[in-house]
């Protein structure tokens, strides 16, 4: 009997101590209830069903994305190399969770891409003299081709620009 009793009182703290998650200042939660969203939990403590909900919580504070070091043909085909910072966040937890797969890689692969455009529409001179050029162009592209996964591009620093 006493056995039983313990047994069952380890059992409820387990599933109290499951039931109760914290989400910081910082965070949202979707909570998913067997694994369709179900609603969005504000910072503070929140409860879910254990084993039936499930939360993810998504960081909504400014990050930051490095753009790899790459080879850009400029318009008047020299090869330069190019490296780049964006800073983003994050404005709807919802679509960035469920409208991409991989936010980070297709942010990166689509900075990459926009990237070559801009400076292989530039000639050597320009790109090297009009940084602040590129970066506005880029913020702009990227945050219009972003803003359908809720984010919010604020900044695209060229960190280099290094000529042959």
Known sequence: ???????TVIVILIIAAKSI????PWQ?????????????????LTTIIPFIENIKLTDMREQVVDVPPQAVITKDNVAVEVDAVI???ITDPIKVNYNVVDFL???????????????GDMSLDDSLTSRETINAKLRDILDLATDKWGTKITRVEIQRIEPP
């Open 1 to 7: 009997m006493i056995v039983w009793i313990f047994f």
């Open 21 to 24: 998650k914290i989400v910081r």
């Open 28 to 44: 949202k939660g979707l909570i998913e209830r067997l694994g369709k969203y179900r609603r969005t939990a504000g910072s503070g």
């Open 87 to 89: 800073y983003h966040e």
């Open 105 to 119: 890689v297709a942010t990166t692969k689509l900075a990459q891409t926009n990237l070559r455009n801009v400076i």
